[in-house]
């Protein structure tokens, strides 16, 4: 596939969402709600709960499966207080030394009125720089869209990981080429010059693991729970001004 095929493929109508990654990965989990300010946003779901066993913070950014689901959760279009949501969930993490692990499928932020109201861009900066702050290891894995800060604002992590037909950017192809060719059919051209497909991510340095997804989804989820489970086991040895210093050099080599 090109990259605007995986980009298409992204974004695809099926592809299970972090509710369903959470599900196959996550036991005994409890969500929990609000961000404690003004609202409890369904676009970003959150949560405790132990994977094998060890004890862990669970965030994602929910599309939903369906029309009504999909309006529910915004279409994956969170609000400044998802953001702040996440933020508070994370911080809760850090004080318990749990890690953090995040499941991030956004086509960006919301950029309604109420949101830029309410302090949109400020809780995106606010959430990167918590979360590139945080004692305690974080990782995240993009399953869909990686979109703009709304993707940014939960990929801050020690290491970020992506499925093989996912995409990661800073704006979407279409933005891209009415921006820069003033034209909308441009996309397949914008697309491969953002370098937004796993494959160059990788090459790139901004992502540190494909998985190869498949038509065996318990293999699959079983698979990227494992290797969730080990990344954890060992950077929870890791002294937490350690982790800090990593991740700060991890990003600053970008």
Not at 26 to 31: P, R, S
Not at 61 to 73: F, L, S
Not at 145 to 155: I, T, V
Request: with cysteine.
């Amino acid at each position: 596939m090109n990259a605007y095929e995986k980009v298409l493929k992204s974004r695809e109508k099926g592809r299970p969402t972090a509710v369903k990654y959470i599900g196959s990965i996550v036991e005994n989990f409890i969500e929990l709600h609000g961000d404690r300010r003004f609202s409890d946003d369904k676009a970003i779901i959150g949560g405790i709960g132990t994977i094998s066993g060890m004890p862990v913070t669970v965030i994602g950014i929910e599309k939903g499966d369906g029309t009504a689901d999909k309006i529910a959760h915004n279409f994956g279009c969170a609000h400044p207080e998802g953001y702040r949501k996440a933020v508070r969930l994370m911080k809760e993490a850090e004080k318990f030394r749990r890690p953090v692990l995040c499941f991030v499928d956004t086509s960006g932020a919301y950029c309604g009125i109420g949101a830029e109201e309410r302090g949109q861009s400020e809780a995106i900066a606010t959430s990167i720089l918590e979360m590139i702050r945080l004692k305690t290891p974080t990782l995240s894995i993009i399953i869909g869209e990686g979109g703009s800060g709304g993707a940014l604002s939960l990929c801050a992590a020690d290491e970020v990981w992506i499925t093989s037909n996912s995409t990661y950017s800073v704006i979407s192809p279409e933005g891209c080429a009415s921006i820069l060719w003033k034209d909308s059919g441009k996309v397949a051209e914008a697309s491969e010059s953002l370098k937004l497909t796993a494959d160059d991510l990788v090459s790139l340095g901004a992502v540190e693991k494909i998985f190869e997804e498949n038509d065996f989804p318990e293999t699959f989820f079983e698979d990227m729970k494992e290797q969730i489970f080990r990344f954890f086991q060992q950077k929870k040895k890791v002294p937490a001004d350690e982790l800090i210093e990593e991740r700060y050099r991890r990003f600053r080599k970008f």
